[in-house]
């Protein structure tokens, strides 16, 4: 068994175009949530959305690549281009034959849906661009980083709703950690602010009008965002081989179903993921500094999650900071957990635990410290970043200091 360390990572959020934008703009209580420009708000209940600002693909790719993929590709080979060229790793035969490409995401290529039904039901058009298939597959960002980078190892998504991220990691991090692989491009991609999508969330009712409040008491539920985080995790051993930069040592992988309510969450299973990142990072509840939480700001989400932590963590629970940076990002689905990774790694490194902006008063279940509104110096060894998704489906990473 191998201990696994991040060496490169690249972000695009509403929070900024690269990752050390939105490490930033996390650290400093930034929002990235407005009224939404991609689709008429005129003809939406719930206005708001996390939206990259001032992006065109053209700046990163070229034409022929973009008339070939779907948004959500665009913004996975964006990011991954920064955290591979960040990790200063180059695919030779060797490495390349094993290196992994494993990403998660929760819906695909759903602009390209959106417009060619659109196009399809709407205009009454008989024919749609040869391409639309291969846009819209779910694994269409992760083939376009192995040829982006000449990647021949195992390449392929994972679809779990809002855990995608996490799953897609922890995925990874057990194959480089058994020795399978030496080293894996890994995280989250989506692109869901659609007219389609985002109907189809206001018709669920757990959708902000206004904004994303964590916690709070007059929490009135999640806003929309869209991104993909990707980092790079390699073997310790081959990391300081090369003096690679170590972000973090990724210690373990914890994950649980609810078996339960499709979109009700438990504090069982999710107590269950928490446990199982902890063990099998061989960690005690007391070497944990920081917590990001999955945090949607719904009405069942926060103290299910709250009453987790407790379940998991017991005392300890209340002597540290827990926040979500879904207050700032939005709520990505399919990349939430790898956005949420990379602002967990910022913590870390900095020393500095994001806030829970937009937070008021606690809600009820809601009796833990959720670093309100200003983000807060705090050494942190240790930490866990949750993600739980719709369906039951739990997963959580414990990430340590590499000093």
């Known amino acids: 068994m191998h201990r696994v360390v991040i060496t490169g990572v690249g972000c695009v959020s509403s929070l900024g175009l690269t990752a050390a934008e939105h490490?930033?703009?996390t650290r400093e209580g930034v929002s990235g949530l407005a009224t939404v420009t991609s689709v008429d708000p005129d003809k939406l209940l719930a206005k708001m959305a996390g939206e990259l600002k001032n992006f065109d693909p053209a700046d990163y790719l070229d034409r022929k690549t973009l008339n070939m993929v779907d948004r959500v590709a665009v913004l996975?080979?964006?990011?991954?281009?920064e955290a591979i060229a960040d990790s200063?790793?180059?695919?030779?035969?060797?490495?390349?034959?094993?290196?992994?490409?494993?990403?998660?995401?929760?819906?695909?290529?759903?602009?390209?849906?959106?417009?060619?039904?659109?196009?399809l039901y709407a205009e009454g058009a008989t024919r749609l661009h040869p391409f639309v298939i291969p846009k819209l597959m779910a694994n269409a960002a992760a083939s376009q980083l192995t040829m982006a980078h000449g990647i021949k190892g195992p390449a392929y998504s994972i679809a779990s709703a809002?855990?995608?991220?996490?799953?897609?990691?922890?995925?990874?991090?057990?194959?480089?950690?058994?020795?399978?692989?030496?080293?894996a491009v890994t995280g989250g991609c989506e692109s869901c602010i659609t007219y389609g999508t985002m109907k189809g969330w206001e018709a669920l009712?757990?959708?902000?009008?206004?904004?994303?409040?964590?916690?709070?008491?007059?929490r009135k539920g999640m806003i929309l965002g869209e991104g993909a985080g990707i980092v790079v995790l390699e073997r310790l051993e081959d990391a300081q081989a090369r003096g690679a930069k170590i972000y973090a040592e990724l210690a373990g992988f914890g994950m649980s179903s609810d078996a339960g309510d499709l979109v009700q969450p438990s504090a069982d299973g999710a107590a269950r993921a928490i446990r199982g990142a902890l063990r099998d990072a061989g960690?005690?509840?007391?070497?944990?500094?920081?917590?990001?939480?999955h945090g949607t700001g719904t009405p069942a989400n926060d103290p299910?999650?709250?009453?987790?932590?407790?379940?998991?963590?017991?005392?300890?629970a209340r002597k540290i900071g827990i926040s979500s940076t879904k207050s700032m990002h939005g709520h990505a689905l399919g990349a939430a957990g790898a956005l949420e990774l990379i602002a967990t790694?910022?913590?870390?490194?900095?020393?500095?635990?994001?806030?829970?902006?937009?937070?008021?008063?606690?809600?009820?279940?809601?009796?833990?410290?959720?670093?309100?509104?200003?983000?807060?110096?705090?050494?942190?060894?240790?930490?866990?970043?949750n993600s739980f998704a719709f369906g039951g489906l739990n997963a959580v990473l414990a990430l340590r200091r590499f000093d």
């Open 283 to 293: 960690m005690n509840p007391e070497d944990i500094d920081y917590v990001n939480a």
């Open 76 to 81: 996975a080979l964006v990011a991954g281009a």
């Open 205 to 218: 009712r757990v959708v902000a009008p206004d904004a994303c409040r964590p916690f709070s008491k007059d």
């Open 345 to 385: 790694l910022g913590a870390l490194e900095g020393s500095i635990v994001p806030p829970t902006i937009t937070f008021t008063e606690a809600g009820d279940g809601c009796d833990l410290d959720y670093v309100p509104n200003v983000a807060r110096d705090v050494s942190v060894r240790a930490a866990l970043s």
């Open 23 to 25: 490490i930033q703009a």
């Open 162 to 183: 809002c855990s995608s991220a996490n799953h897609a990691i922890g995925d990874a991090f057990g194959k480089v950690r058994s020795g399978q692989m030496r080293a």
């Open 304 to 316: 299910t999650e709250t009453e987790a932590l407790k379940m998991a963590l017991g005392d300890h």
């Open 88 to 119: 200063g790793l180059t695919f030779d035969d060797e490495l390349s034959e094993l290196t992994a490409v494993i990403l998660g995401t929760g819906v695909g290529g759903m602009k390209t849906v959106d417009e060619n039904f659109h196009r």
